[in-house]
């Protein structure tokens, strides 16, 4: 079964806060690249309207498994407000409900309340060089995301057959817009490589309007790790 919510404008809308503007807000020429890998423990409930549950009869959260999660990010430098904003990719990887449970891409910031942990600076000749230190952050995304499973029949409250009378395996998809809000610590090894630690906590809601389809939802924190990179 499949459940619809149009988020295309939501997507153009986020994707065009992300495009860097250099002239209004001093950002740097070329984008850090940042990948976070790491695991969720993400729980899920995914009801019909009739109270029972696609993943287990009694509608309660359901761990999603997920093997890897994957965050690649493009962000800009807006050292102004100590701070960088970008395009991020997720990708929720290896669950027993499919190979990729979840996918989509958003719009993602991290706040560094201490300075950016590397960025480049002048010195009072003019020359130009980089600086990096190691910095606590915060982390915030919005991501419009599509969530997918296949079910094991022995999970499901239903068994659908197909028009000839076999048994077709549960399928159940939703597209949601996930909200994620991180801690976490940059630690600089070189001027161009920084590795990461953080803490996360992901989460996103639905509320189906089709007949057929209940409340969707999905909570729980991340641990991620990571390596950051500039192009200067």
């Not at 020359?127 to 499973?149: D, G, L, Q, W």
Request: net charge negative; hydrophobic share 40%.
């Amino acid at each position: 079964m499949k459940v619809g919510l149009s988020l295309k404008k939501v997507l153009v809308i986020l994707l065009s806060l992300a495009i860097p503007y250099k002239a209004a807000f001093s950002l740097a020429d070329v984008p850090t690249f940042r990948l976070s890998f790491g695991e969720s423990f993400v729980n899920i409930t995914a009801g019909s309207t009739n109270g029972s549950g696609y993943f287990n009869s009694t509608n309660s959260p359901t761990p999603v498994g997920s093997a890897l999660t994957l965050n690649p990010m493009f962000l800009w430098d807006i050292p102004s407000i100590r701070s960088r904003i970008g395009v991020t990719l997720l990708m929720d990887l290896g669950s027993q409900y499919g190979f990729m449970t979840a996918v989509g891409v958003g719009v993602s910031g991290v706040f560094y309340p201490m300075g950016l942990s590397s960025g480049r600076e002048a010195r009072d000749d003019g020359v130009e060089f980089v600086k990096t230190r190691m910095s606590p952050y915060f982390h915030f995304a919005v991501i419009p995301t599509k969530i997918s499973f296949s079910l094991p029949l022995s999970s499901s409250t239903t068994t659908p057959t197909s028009s000839s009378g076999a048994i077709n395996q549960p399928y159940f998809a939703a597209e949601v817009i996930e909200t994620d809000l991180g801690v976490g610590l940059d630690y600089p090894f070189s001027e161009n490589i920084v590795a990461f630690v953080e803490l996360e906590y992901r989460f996103a809601a639905y509320t189906a309007q089709e007949t057929t389809t209940g409340a969707i939802s999905y909570s729980g924190p991340a641990l991620m790790l990571g390596i950051m990179t500039n192009f200067y």
